[in-house]
């Protein structure tokens, strides 16, 4: 099974392509990297001699995470897609790297990632299970809900330091194998590309701002 595999919810983008049981990919640090999603894709195709015609499903990060890579992703994804039978899994980003993470999961175990200024991301998992689902969670009351965690990720040790926590802290970088590993575990939520939406865990700026301004309220399904 062809298996292709995007995740643009960190800093920058990182795109896998499983073939012939061998793992390829492409990744792009650069602050605007959503912008050469299509292009990267195409790339890594051609490179490896296919085409979107040739792969059996694909995955995407739905969040939580950065909200401008999140949508083009998604954005780029239901257009290569359009007009076709191909299905998506949805990719829970802080699923992706407690799944992937090889220590032992029978701690309490929390994955932050940074939101706004004055809040973070939060999913906490223990002996192999959710118990605390993804929220966004004020920095006022992060030290609380995180007590006796070990912290996960990339941006664990930013919070470590902007909070002066004592939690054990492990960085952890995904790798390209992760994202085709979680596809392939995860492939019976496959989803139509129209029905791949993002996980809001809080409005975007520019609703907030126009609800204050019109003294109106916005349904969620406007802008998903």
């Known amino acids: 099974m062809n298996i292709l595999g995007i995740d643009a919810s960190n800093n920058g983008l990182l795109i896998s392509l499983k073939s012939n049981n061998d793992i390829y990919y492409m990744e792009n640090k650069e602050k605007n990297s959503g912008n050469y999603i299509i292009s990267m894709i195409d790339s890594l195709l051609k490179k490896n001699n296919l085409n979107l015609e040739n792969i059996d ?5 739905i969040g939580p995470g950065s909200f401008t890579g999140i949508r083009i992703s998604i954005a780029s994804i239901q ?3 359009f007009n076709t039978n ?3 899994v949805p990719i829970i980003s802080t699923e992706l790297i407690y799944n992937n993470y090889n220590g032992d999961k029978n701690k309490k175990i929390a994955i932050l ?14 002996n192999g299970k959710t118990i605390f689902e993804p929220n966004l969670i004020s920095i006022n009351n992060l030290k609380n809900i995180i007590q006796d965690s070990i912290l996960l990720g990339e941006e ?3 919070f470590k330091e902007k909070l002066k ?6 960085q952890y970088v995904l790798s390209p194998n992760s994202i085709i590993e979680y596809i392939e575990n995860n492939y019976y939520k496959a989803v139509s590309p129209k029905d791949l939406k993002v ?22 399904n406007t802008y998903n």
């Open 57 to 61: 499903l694909f995955g995407c990060t």
């Open 79 to 81: 257009g290569l897609l």
């Open 86 to 88: 191909k299905k998506v």
């Open 113 to 126: 990632k940074k939101a706004r200024v004055d809040a973070a991301y939060v999913h906490i998992f223990e």
């Open 156 to 158: 664990s040790l930013f």
């Open 165 to 170: 926590l004592n939690n054990e802290t492990i």
């Open 199 to 220: 996980l809001y865990l809080q409005k975007p700026l520019a609703v907030e701002n126009f609800e204050k301004k019109n003294n109106t309220k916005i349904d969620e």
